[in-house]
């Protein structure tokens, strides 16, 4: 195994953060991605476990029995064209990590390597599970359903969070995120000429009516101190200036983080886009996606993150936000902890001009390797219920 100083880790870690950033995939397809982390950890002696997914990595540190805990870093990029002018910038036309899961990659990398060096002191076992597609295409649970989270007593993760600096970590006990629902209208109608609207049923009328009556739910419906955001993104009707046309669709999400407002959302949704659509005599077929709950930190954990990652950095309370996270459904199987590591002044995650410090990297492989080995000895004193 190649033995690294602590200098030397440090540039090779940001070495490989600038190879994937080069080097983006999209959900589902991220194979070279894939191919390279397995060549990595390999080199480094780390055992590969067996997986039925085309993409993704799972891999095993530990020589003692005891209890487990798993490590995820997600390592799939977005259909972005990247503008960040960063000198490692994407390679890949229209794909970019403008999320900051190649700084996630080389973070657990960077502590799988420092894990490794201590293997035969954990009281346990690490497992590291580099997942696909986060993006999209539900990875957490295609990890899940692959059984990749059998017998995971804990597991961690973390996401870079912009205008923090890179030794500021985010941890907060309880719900941090919203619960994502996606979904689809598609609203039929009679097509006619333009000129003569009265020989038709209009679904343009219908899609503007509805789009105006759904945000009538948030503002009159929820308690205006409870967090929701429905918010329509993508409409499309017609395809000539004389022609009224037989279809029109809209699509977009709801984010929550209140289960009963969850359920109340999706209940006015149906009612309000089914009405609307009748006043207005076309038919409405909706697609509903019931998306990810919410992330959830394990109050026990979340303490015991505390305690170490204050030893090596400076922790805050992590701030709440809608935004969604497939790491969510790890921690419906097994108490886990999500943390914000900052990552610089930047624009928001999801642009093209995003960037993440390197520092995110040497921070995030801290993060996993100190709390890797104080939540196994916790766990092997059963101070964790």
């Known amino acids: 195994m190649t033995s690294f100083s602590k200098e030397e880790l440090e540039k090779q870690l940001v070495a490989y953060r600038h190879y994937f950033h080069q080097y983006p995939e999209l959900a589902d397809n991220e194979v070279r991605t894939t191919a390279k982390i397995k060549e990595i950890l390999q080199s480094w002696g780390i055992k ?35 503008n960040s002018g960063e000198v490692f910038s ?37 497992k590291l599970i580099f997942q696909l597609s ?28 912009s205008n923090y600096a890179t030794n500021e970590v985010g941890v907060r006990a ?39 009556a759904l945000q009538s739910i948030i503002s009159r419906n929820t308690d205006p101190f409870s967090a929701g955001v429905l918010s329509i993104t993508h409409v499309s009707a017609g395809n000539a200036w004389n022609i009224l046309p037989e279809e029109a669709f809209f699509e977009g999400t709801v984010r929550t983080a209140n289960k009963a407002l969850r359920e109340k ?22 697609e509903w996606y019931d998306g990810d709950p919410s992330v959830n ?11 170490e ?33 900052g990552n610089g002044e930047t624009v928001s995650a999801h642009n093209s001009q995003f960037k993440a410090d390197d520092g ?8 996993f390797e100190k709390n890797a080995i104080r939540i196994l000895q916790e766990l092997g004193q059963h101070i964790i219920n």
């Open 265 to 286: 959302i999706k209940s006015r949704f149906f009612d309000v886009t089914k009405y609307t659509a009748k006043a207005h005599q076309v038919a409405a077929d909706i």
């Open 309 to 341: 990652t204050s030893k090596f950095a400076l922790v805050y309370e992590q701030e709440k936000h809608l935004a969604s996270d497939d790491f969510a459904c790890y921690q419906v199987a097994t108490p886990g902890v999500y943390v914000n590591i």
């Open 297 to 307: 930190n394990d109050a026990q954990l979340a303490e015991i993150v505390k305690d």
């Open 90 to 126: 994407s390679k890949i036309s229209g794909v970019m990590h403008a999320c900051g899961h190649d700084t996630h990659i080389a973070a657990l990398l960077g502590g799988a390597y420092l894990l490794k060096q201590k293997e035969s002191q954990l009281a346990g076992k690490v």
């Open 48 to 82: 590969i476990l067996p997986t039925n997914l085309k993409t993704g990595v799972f891999a095993e540190i530990g020589t003692n029995d005891g209890p487990v805990v798993g490590l995820r870093a997600d390592i799939d990029a977005l259909p972005i064209h990247e």
């Open 134 to 161: 986060e993006e999209d295409k539900e990875g957490a649970l295609q990890v899940i359903h692959d059984g990749q989270l059998q017998g995971v007593d804990a597991v961690l993760g973390f996401h870079n969070n």
């Open 360 to 367: 995110v990297v040497i921070t995030g492989a801290k993060f």
């Open 174 to 212: 309880g719900i941090v995120s919203g619960a994502i629902d996606k979904f689809k209208v598609t609203l039929h109608g009679l097509g006619t000429h333009a000129s003569a609207p009265e020989k038709g049923y209009d679904p343009i009328v219908a899609l503007g009516a509805e789009i105006s």
